[in-house]
């Protein structure tokens, strides 16, 4: 019965979320990234999926299963996950950037494996795209963005910053330090970031926190056809 409601809630709707680090290569066999799992992108693509949505999920690098309906692309690098975005955000009505995308790149990428020589290695970082902020300039009237936060300290205000600078509709923001948040965990405690308020959620998994997140956003594009 509970099942069949939550089908019917996002039937029509297609849902974009983005998974998981980047990597940026440095070398033929060395890149930087990040302790992103995946795991919050691909339970809520997972929770998309049950309530009835059509799901993309472009993905990093992980070692998680595509959750079954779902579309995965998989992508490695920043640059990458950007041009996928560009592919597939126009004809979505909620897009839900979980991914760790990586702030910045190695400037070149060396031709051949660097050879240990010195006692110092000096490697210079050129800024990535924000996809996040990308979408948030170009998205339509009736798109709903979620951003993610991952602070270590300010996390409301940092959040709060994120969700305007990126013109996002609602920023999940989480704190690194909490016990039953962070990468690895099944389980996550999030506050919610909205434009005019902010509720801070109890600790669950991650699977329940992405039907959470796909209901509350729903409710958003609700409210913008009123508008
Ligand atoms: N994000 C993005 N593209 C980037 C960097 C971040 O789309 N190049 C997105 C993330 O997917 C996340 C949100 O922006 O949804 C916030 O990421 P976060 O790393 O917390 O924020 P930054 O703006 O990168 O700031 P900082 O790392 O300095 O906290
Ligand atoms: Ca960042």
Redesign the pocket.
């Known amino acids: 019965e509970q099942l069949l409601m939550e089908e019917q809630l996002l039937t029509g709707k297609h849902v974009l979320v983005?998974a998981g680090p980047t990597q940026e290569a440095l070398d033929p066999v060395r890149y930087l990234t990040n302790h992103s799992t995946g795991k919050m992108g691909y339970e809520i693509a997972r929770a998309a999926k049950d309530m009835g949505a059509e799901v993309t999920l472009i993905s990093g690098p992980t070692s998680l299963a595509v959750p079954a309906g779902v579309k995965r692309i998989s992508i490695t690098s920043?640059a990458e996950m950007f041009q996928a975005v560009k592919q597939e955000y126009e004809t979505q009505d909620f897009i839900i950037?979980?991914?760790?995308?990586g702030?910045y790149r190695p400037e070149a990428i060396a031709q051949d494996k660097i050879k240990k020589a010195g006692d110092v290695l000096e490697v210079r970082f050129v800024k990535?795209?924000?996809?996040?902020a990308y979408v948030g300039e170009h998205k339509k009237a009736q798109q709903v963005l979620c951003?993610?936060?991952?602070?270590t300290q300010n996390l409301i205000e940092?959040a709060t910053i994120?969700l305007k600078k990126?013109n996002c509709d609602m920023i999940v923001a989480n704190n690194l330090r909490v016990e039953g948040a962070g990468f690895a965990g099944d389980t996550n405690v999030a506050t919610l970031i909205h434009q005019d308020h902010m509720e801070t959620l109890d600790k669950m998994s991650k699977y329940e926190l992405g039907k959470k997140i796909l209901q509350i956003l729903l409710e958003k594009q609700k409210q913008k056809g009123q508008a």
Do not use: R
């Open positions: 983005t920043a950037k979980a991914a760790a995308v702030d990535n795209e924000d996809i996040l951003g993610f936060a991952m602070e940092n994120k990126k």
